[in-house]
């Protein structure tokens, strides 16, 4: 195939550029990229240089700090940020959630609709698994929910709610049937959730290291597999926005492979990876 016009080499990326790319996302968005991280960051970054038509990192660092409508900085941490995440992910937390967080809420709810909050959700499995989880219960709550995440190309994905097929593919037969319409004619091999799921649902793009989106505390907040991305420091200045965040009673779900071991908090562990604000908290 003819390529005439586009330089198809990676360009090389110096231990200086490396370092200043890396300080600006961990300052951005507070991802840590260590320098083994370097294939990732050439591999990831390449595209927009193409699209940008520079042939160095150094350039196209001096685009970024030229830029003050701030989108190729949205463009850059896109491209940094890894945004894997499928349907019933550690599905352990959407039993729980079913089985004794919403019930437990419910004795003091005094009916009103439960507000949950997904934060960094990505292309929205999440928040549409959780969705799905309260709407399958016998008795089934009101609720609404905030889906955020840092990436506006995920949450344009999220909120469309639609998928691939080998994307939905895993899911049980009937869980299919109830939440998704599958795609015909030039929608074929696609498959979108239901409107009555996509409606109790807002998308807003909300970066966890600023104050949160603030208004009444959640009941319960998932914010599962970006703290893995974070060091230490950060991750205790997340883990107190989101307690702030938190009702009284409330619920805090991580990933399985973070714990909160290392930062100070007020919550009570409840089962792995999963938290609980005290009531007088
Ligand atoms: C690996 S995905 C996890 C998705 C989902 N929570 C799950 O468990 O499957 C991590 C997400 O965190 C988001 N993210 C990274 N840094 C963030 C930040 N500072 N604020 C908000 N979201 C962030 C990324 O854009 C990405 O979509």
């Not at 344009?156 to 080998?166: I, P, T």
């Amino acid at each position: 195939m003819a390529t005439a016009g586009y330089n198809l080499e990676p360009v090389l990326l110096g231990d200086r550029e490396l370092a200043q790319i890396s300080a600006l996302v961990r300052t951005k968005a507070g991802i840590t990229l260590t320098p083994a991280k370097r294939p990732l960051i050439i591999a990831r970054l390449q595209k927009r240089l193409r699209r940008l038509k520079l042939s160095s990192y150094g350039d196209y660092m001096k685009v970024l700090e030229a830029d003050t409508s701030g989108e190729e900085l949205t463009s850059f941490l896109d491209a940094l940020t890894t945004n894997h995440t499928y349907f019933f992910r550690e599905e352990q937390h959407f039993e729980l959630l079913a089985a004794t967080v919403v019930p437990e809420l419910r004795r003091t709810d005094h009916g009103r609709p439960l507000r949950m909050w997904c934060a960094a959700c990505s292309s929205g499995q999440e928040p549409y698994t959780i969705a799905m989880t309260l709407a399958d219960m016998t008795d089934p709550p009101a609720f609404t929910m905030l889906a955020s995440d840092l990436s506006t190309r995920v949450l344009e994905k999220a909120a469309s709610g639609v998928y691939r097929m080998e994307d939905v593919r895993g899911l049980p037969l009937d869980v299919l049937r109830r939440h998704f319409e599958r795609g015909v004619g030039e929608q074929d091999g696609l498959a979108r959730v239901s409107a009555a799921l996509r409606r109790n649902i807002t998308y807003r793009q909300i970066n966890l290291l600023e104050q949160g989106p603030g208004g009444q505390p959640f009941d319960v907040i998932f914010c599962r597999n970006v703290m893995i991305y974070f060091e230490t420091d950060v991750q205790q200045r997340v883990v107190t926005m989101l307690e702030r965040h938190l009702a009284p009673g409330g619920y805090l779900f991580v990933s399985h492979s973070e714990s909160l071991n290392s930062v100070s908090h007020g919550l009570k562990w409840i089962a792995p990876a999963a938290y609980r604000k005290p009531l007088n908290g």
